[in-house]
């Protein structure tokens, strides 16, 4: 069998934080076998790319990439005596297109060696040592227990500042239009012990801020620890190290986690909410077991225990049927709500979802656009006023490192996630500084240094 070991690794990730996270535990389970990794697809001997499979322009995004990375392999295989090509470098897909096309995808992408779902991970040296024999393998089973909760994730495109843990893994609410549970599999949550280790252990490595991941956080139960009782014992780690969660599912929003969170100033100050729709009737179409007023009684919940809290949202535009009426539900909200940070997206019909097995992705196109263009100037206007709202304010920022548009000033954020620009002074990335807001757009706060 062939050696893994120094084998050349290049991981590409897209998507979701989720894959982020995954992208970690292939990396720690490739590092054991001896493969190192490196920084381009030129030197590599495998490439792994790790997929999303949300929206059609998603797939189309991976599918483009696969045809830039046969010329890599073209220029990296080199003829044998009898004039054949000996392949040098091995292409996989890993995690939900590969889980979701399965075999079509070896069909379609010739120079595709191997493809592993997301809960095939430690199948990966296997696979690879079969692959560098010449095999094509696809090994997509889907697992009700898999949690990887004994891999210490290897965080290589880090900053050593802020790091993903994932707690869970997936989604069994089928929203009618998502193609995640079909991707991802049965909701599973990883045991308390080995999550409260790996931040504690993070902590120790000099991190101070971690993010806990699933699709739903507030479904999370292992044994009887509620999220609520697993996100404080994070929070009890050290005042020092910030605590963030995403994402909730509005129909499990509990005040249990709501009053932790006020408990514990470290658990930050920003719940991600995703609204979909303000239509009730689209809201049940779509599966979202919540109405309109439901979801508003969640947002004044947070906004009575956390009255500085950031609210962020995803939303759809132009699901089946949609109708203006409906659109202009889904404005309405946007204007209650008055959410800091939105992602906003045209309704893009899945394969085997419950709205491609039931339902008529009716809307046009260009309605579609411009109701999605319609959303995306309410929340403009609606985040500059909110960012100008905080001139003046004063908050502890984690700082992060160099801002992009000049080498004199660093960025950083606060509690609420929003970035903070700031002449550096004498702040220290991976510390926390005292900035105050001078100035804002719609996107970025600016501040300078304060004691
Ligand atoms: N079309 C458009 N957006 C979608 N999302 C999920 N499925 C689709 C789809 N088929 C969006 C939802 C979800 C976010 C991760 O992606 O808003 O919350
Ligand atoms: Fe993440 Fe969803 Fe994309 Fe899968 S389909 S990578 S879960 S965003």
């Not at 970035?419 to 990335?429: K, N, Q, S, W, Y």
């Amino acid at each position: 069998m062939t050696e893994l070991n120094n084998k050349k690794v290049y991981v590409e990730t897209y998507g979701c934080q989720m894959n982020v996270a995954d992208s970690e535990v292939v990396r720690s389970i490739l590092k054991s076998e001896g493969c190192v990794f490196c920084l381009s697809a030129n030197e590599a001997d495998f490439v792994l790319i790790n997929t999303c499979a949300i929206r059609d322009n998603a797939e189309q995004k991976i599918h483009r990439r696969l045809r830039e990375l046969r010329v890599v392999q073209q220029r990296q295989s080199t003829r044998n005596a009898k004039g054949y090509d000996i392949q040098k470098t091995y292409i996989g897909v890993l995690g939900c297109m590969a889980e979701r096309l399965k075999q079509q995808l070896m069909r379609d992408e010739e120079n595709v060696s191997f493809l592993v779902g997301p809960d095939s991970y430690r199948k990966l040296p296997d696979i690879m040592r079969r692959v560098a024999q010449g095999d094509r393998v696809s090994e997509t089973v889907l697992s009700p227990s898999e949690t990887y909760s004994d891999i210490s994730p290897v965080r290589f495109d880090g900053n050593g500042i802020s790091a993903f843990i994932s707690i869970m893994r997936g989604c069994q609410n089928y929203c009618a239009y998502c193609v995640v549970p079909y991707t991802r599999g049965l909701e599973r949550s990883r045991d308390a012990r080995s999550i409260i280790n790996e931040a504690r252990a993070l902590f120790g490595e000099g991190y101070k801020e971690v993010t806990l991941l699933g699709q739903n956080v507030n479904s999370y139960k292992a044994g009887d620890m509620s999220f609520a009782q697993l996100i404080a014992n994070v929070a009890e780690i050290s005042p020092e190290l910030r605590v963030r969660f995403a994402t909730s599912h509005p129909k499990d929003l509990s005040d249990e986690l709501l009053a932790t969170m006020a408990e514990y100033p470290n658990i930050c100050r920003c719940i991600h909410l995703p609204l979909q729709s303000g239509s009730n009737r689209m809201l049940k179409l779509m599966n979202r077991r919540y109405t309109a007023e439901w979801y508003m009684d969640r947002i004044e919940a947070v906004r009575r225990y956390l009255p500085d809290c950031s609210i962020t949202t995803d939303v759809i535009a132009g699901f089946c049927g949609e109708s203006e009426d409906d659109h202009r539900a889904t404005l309405d909200i946007f204007r209650r709500v008055q959410y800091d940070y939105a992602y906003m997206f045209k309704f893009s019909m899945r394969p085997d979802t419950y709205a491609a097995k039931h339902l008529k992705d009716d809307v046009p196109d260009e309605v579609k656009k411009r109701r999605l263009e319609e959303i995306i100037m309410l929340q403009g206007e609606i985040a500059l006023r909110n960012n100008q709202r905080d001139v003046g304010k004063r908050f502890r920022v984690l700082v992060e490192g160099t801002s992009h548009r000049s080498k004199d000033q660093f960025f950083g954020r606060n509690s609420q996630n929003k970035v903070i620009v700031f002449d550096r002074g004498d702040a220290i990335p991976g510390s926390y500084a005292n900035v105050e807001v001078t100035g804002c757009t719609a996107a970025t706060l600016m501040g300078r240094l304060v004691e």
